[in-house]
């Protein structure tokens, strides 16, 4: 274990938080409690567990750092509180209100209660009582009328019933009680009033947030892992104590069962199947001995153990097909290991596609083969993307920025720097009314002039960026920057080329101090050397943690990516019939007042059709979809519009 180092609790945290959940330490909510109370004890704060049923796993079987006995205020169990049997639920409440007294918590932290038979008025009731009172997101059970995943049901937007298609799978729930489950959650956390929601991914948030419109707040406390114990670690070595052969790569998994669904058992199956003598897959979790061809490694919760684990893989291959955030993955990136995985849920918030890992289309089998295929021989990836990935989990999931995390949410203070901006979606300046000629002979500014700079940083990075390679001329980088400042929450490249417009969209987003979440880039290209000189480029200035990377066109992007762009760097195809289509696109992917920075308008060869830049983006404004608002370097600045339906 490694020591903590000791954080005497500020004044503005509360002195003793109370954790509340179902079976203690087991699993995967259960680890990810665990750690969040060793991040909680860390900030000086004394904390408690009261649970259902803890199974005889205590914090010292599961803890990565030394326990102070100061602090540790121990886990007690209470499953003789349970409604249907022979308590009524207000029995029920007034019980677990004595219970909750003993440990006298400022604040309650609610987990899971998927298998504990305990009332949601116990919320309320924690709160009348004078506790605050903080319901953890870890997957759908908060939302739904029953289920921790709804899969393709839609019910729980409309109102879960008694027509609930998985109603005696668990959390099983009679189905006459689950309508009236799915209102008592929208009394308890919808409106400015409501329970106190913290979610797990970004991705959950906003699930949470389509379910329950009226929401008053919820925030987003990633999860974390020991950064100390889950690190890089000799290959060979592992495997020897593993007793893992060493002849070929090894592609690990992991699950708490494989048994479940959710966690894609006959996908891992047939992808084993397809891949039996180029590569051995292993995996730790129970059930996974069903699977031929897969070595089983038994299921464990020692972090020790489960390092060893991740450091003995070459691959990490994640099937879980719904996942709120995907904590082995997490695990896998922080030990340096390039990952595979389904493209679902929050998935995307921890594999940067292309630079630490792959997400390949939910459950295709298929394209999972291929990615391990393509990854295992492609040694310039697997160099670079297994050491990003450390670097990026090491500063987005270490226990350090975890509980810095828990820091700013306890205490009220909002985390600032960069990120989550209110877009500004339209450019100032005054109607185009001359002539086409005109207005090609001249420089008209969208913000500033051409030559007035936003910022130091600004003249810096646009002198800096001009020895990147890439296609943009002068005027093209200038403005590209000034986007990422006003509108880069999430910008769009089509065509990447080489990183350079990347990076100068990024560093103008990362300048904008007002931004309090970090911006995010994608970028597409359909060639491989493309997207592997982005990806060096990007690594080399620090920027990986932003981007994610597409190898294919705009048309299969949209449909496989829900992202809202707040501006566009429009390049790519420059046949007519590929900017054409590309822009028509994008006339439906985006919203109204999206900046769009088209690329090569002003080049020469429109004029002899050797491309079709210009005459596809002068139909697509004419048409309606556009407004022309200047031009910049080689590139036009249009604006999205919305045609009346």
């Given at each position: 274990m490694i020591p903590v180092?000791?954080?005497?609790?500020?004044?503005?945290?509360?002195?003793?938080?109370?954790?509340?959940?179902?079976?203690?330490?087991?699993?995967?909510?259960?680890?990810?409690?665990?750690?969040?109370?060793?991040?909680?004890?860390?900030?000086?704060?004394?904390?408690?567990?009261?649970?259902?049923?803890?199974?005889?796993?205590?914090?010292?079987?599961?803890?990565?750092?030394?326990i102070d006995p100061d602090l540790w205020l121990g886990i007690r169990e209470v499953n003789h509180l349970e409604c249907g049997k022979t308590l009524a639920d207000s029995a029920v409440v007034a019980g677990l209100l004595m219970e909750v007294a003993r440990f006298q918590p400022e604040v309650v932290l609610v987990g899971n209660l998927h298998a504990a038979r305990w009332p949601f008025?116990?919320?309320?009731?924690?709160?009348?009582?004078?506790c605050r009172v903080i319901t953890f997101l870890h997957d759908a059970y908060l939302f739904t009328g029953r289920c921790a995943y709804p899969g393709s049901c839609t019910l729980?937007?409309?109102?879960?019933?008694?027509?609930?298609?998985?109603?005696?799978?668990?959390?099983?729930?009679?189905?006459?009680?689950?309508?009236?489950?799915?209102?008592?959650?929208?009394?308890?956390?919808?409106?400015?009033?409501?329970?106190?929601?913290?979610?797990?991914s970004q991705w959950n948030k906003k699930m949470f947030q389509t379910a329950l419109?009226?929401?008053?707040?919820?925030?987003?406390?990633?999860?974390?892992?020991?950064?100390?114990?889950?690190?890089?670690?000799?290959?060979?070595?592992?495997?020897?104590?593993?007793?893992?052969?060493?002849?070929?790569?090894?592609?690990?998994?992991?699950?708490?069962?494989?048994?479940?669904?959710?966690?894609?058992?006959?996908?891992?199956?047939?992808?084993?199947?397809?891949?039996?003598?180029?590569?051995t897959f292993a995996a730790f979790g129970h059930n996974a001995q069903e699977i031929p061809g897969l070595i089983g490694l038994g299921y464990h919760l020692n972090a020790d153990k489960l390092a060893r684990a991740y450091q003995a893989a070459d691959l990490f291959l994640s099937t879980a097909t719904e996942e709120a955030f995907g904590q082995t993955i997490m695990e896998a990136q922080l030990c340096g290991v390039a990952t595979i995985a389904f493209h679902a849920g929050g998935v995307d918030e921890i594999i940067r596609n292309e630079i630490t890992g792959k997400l390949v289309r939910n459950g295709d089998v298929a394209e999972a083969v291929a990615a391990i295929r393509?990854?295992?021989?492609?040694?310039?990836?697997?160099?670079v993307a297994g050491p990003w990935a450390r670097v990026y989990a090491t500063a987005r999931f270490s226990m350090r920025a975890q509980e810095e995390r828990w820091r700013h949410y306890l205490s009220g203070h909002v985390l600032t720097g960069t990120g989550l901006n209110p877009p500004t979606l339209d450019y100032p300046g005054n109607d185009l009314t001359d002539g086409e000629p005109e207005m090609l002979k001249r420089y008209r500014p969208s913000w500033p002039g051409a030559d007035t700079f936003l910022t130091a940083e600004h003249a810096a990075i646009f002198e800096r960026t001009s020895a990147l390679p890439g296609r943009q001329a002068p005027g093209d980088s200038f403005?590209?920057?000034?986007?990422?400042?006003?509108?880069?929450?999430?910008?769009?490249?089509?065509?990447?080329?080489?990183?350079?417009?990347?990076?100068?969209?990024?560093?103008?987003?990362?300048?904008?101090?007002?931004?309090?979440?970090?911006?995010?880039?994608?970028?597409?290209?359909?060639?491989?050397?493309?997207?592997?000189?982005t990806r060096q480029i990007l690594a080399g200035e620090m920027l990986g943690q932003y981007c994610h990377l597409f190898h294919g066109v705009l048309a299969e992007f949209t449909q496989r990516w829900s992202i809202t762009p707040t501006m566009v760097f429009f390049g790519g195809d420059q046949s007519y019939e590929g900017c054409k289509a590309g822009l028509e696109i994008l006339a439906r992917y985006l919203r109204a007042g999206t900046p769009i920075l088209v690329h090569d308008y002003l080049n020469?060869?429109?004029?002899?059709?050797?491309?079709?830049?210009?005459?596809?983006?002068?139909?697509?404004?004419?048409?309606?979809?556009?407004?022309?608002?200047?031009?910049?370097?080689?590139?036009?600045?249009?604006?999205?519009?919305?045609?009346?339906?």
């Open positions: 180092t000791d954080q005497r609790r500020t004044p503005d945290l509360p002195r003793r938080v109370l954790f509340l959940n179902d079976v203690g330490f087991q699993y995967g909510a259960g680890i990810a409690q665990s750690r969040q109370l060793e991040c909680i004890m860390g900030l000086g704060i004394e904390a408690g567990v009261l649970t259902w049923a803890h199974g005889n796993i205590q914090l010292e079987d599961v803890a990565t750092r030394v008025q116990l919320l309320t009731a924690l709160r009348d009582i004078g729980y937007l409309t109102g879960c019933n008694d027509t609930c298609p998985t109603a005696s799978q668990y959390p099983a729930l009679e189905p006459a009680l689950i309508a009236g489950a799915w209102r008592t959650r929208r009394e308890l956390f919808g409106g400015p009033n409501g329970i106190e929601i913290v979610a797990n419109p009226a929401v008053g707040h919820i925030e987003t406390v990633e999860l974390s892992a020991n950064e100390e114990i889950f690190k890089p670690g000799d290959k060979h070595s592992a495997r020897r104590e593993l007793g893992l052969p060493d002849d070929r790569p090894i592609v690990l998994c992991a699950a708490v069962n494989f048994q479940e669904a959710r966690k894609g058992g006959q996908q891992l199956r047939d992808i084993v199947a397809a891949l039996q003598g180029e590569v393509t990854m295992v021989r492609d040694a310039r990836f697997m160099l403005k590209l920057y000034e986007m990422g400042y006003h509108a880069g929450d999430v910008i769009l490249e089509i065509g990447t080329f080489g990183g350079r417009s990347a990076t100068v969209a990024l560093r103008g987003a990362l300048a904008n101090p007002a931004r309090t979440r970090a911006p995010q880039f994608y970028g597409i290209d359909i060639f491989d050397d493309s997207i592997t000189q020469d060869e429109n004029e002899g059709g050797k491309i079709g830049v210009r005459r596809a983006a002068k139909e697509w404004a004419a048409a309606g979809y556009g407004r022309l608002l200047g031009f910049h370097g080689c590139c036009a600045l249009y604006v999205v519009q919305k045609l009346e339906n």
